[in-house]
């Protein structure tokens, strides 16, 4: 699989914010709003959005990297992305909250929402968790 992030590396001109985003755990039983670390482009906060999945992503001896993949959800007029990052494989453990009774999934996957004019991720807000519960279980 490709990989289509972008990193940047910690520099003077780098900044670190901590967004809104939600995680659907294998140690959990129900998803979580928690915080995910993302680095800016520049110190004021303006420039694009790199978040760093692997804060919250366990098991990296297991599987050291992280799957991702965008996500656009239409609803009437309203156009709604998000960015979804996962692992998944055999020796991880069994995630109740994303298998169904004909998949299995194993490992975790946190959701974060982009934003409209700034093409990067952004904090999620009202609606947010209910749409990624969607996009998760559909």
């Not at 959990?28 to 800016?40: D, E, G, R, Y």
């Not at 482009?41 to 420039?47: A, H, P, Q, V």
């Not at 994303?98 to 934003?115: K, N, P, T």
């Amino acid at each position: 699989m490709v990989n289509t992030r972008k990193y940047i590396f910690p520099a003077s001109s780098t900044t670190e914010l901590h967004l809104q985003c939600r995680l659907y755990s294998s140690s959990w039983s129900k998803p979580c709003q928690v915080t995910m670390l993302t680095q800016c482009s520049d110190r004021l906060r303006n420039g694009k959005h790199f978040p760093v999945p692997e804060s919250l992503l366990d098991c990296a001896s297991v599987q050291p990297y992280v799957h991702n993949c965008l996500v656009t959800l239409r609803e009437g007029r309203h156009v709604y992305q998000f960015s979804v990052f996962f692992k998944q494989h055999c020796h991880l453990r069994t995630n109740l909250l994303l298998s169904s009774s004909d998949h299995i999934f194993q490992g975790d996957a946190v959701v974060m929402r982009i934003g409209v004019s700034a093409g990067s991720v952004v904090n999620m807000q009202g609606r947010d968790n209910s749409l990624a519960d969607f996009i998760m279980h559909w």
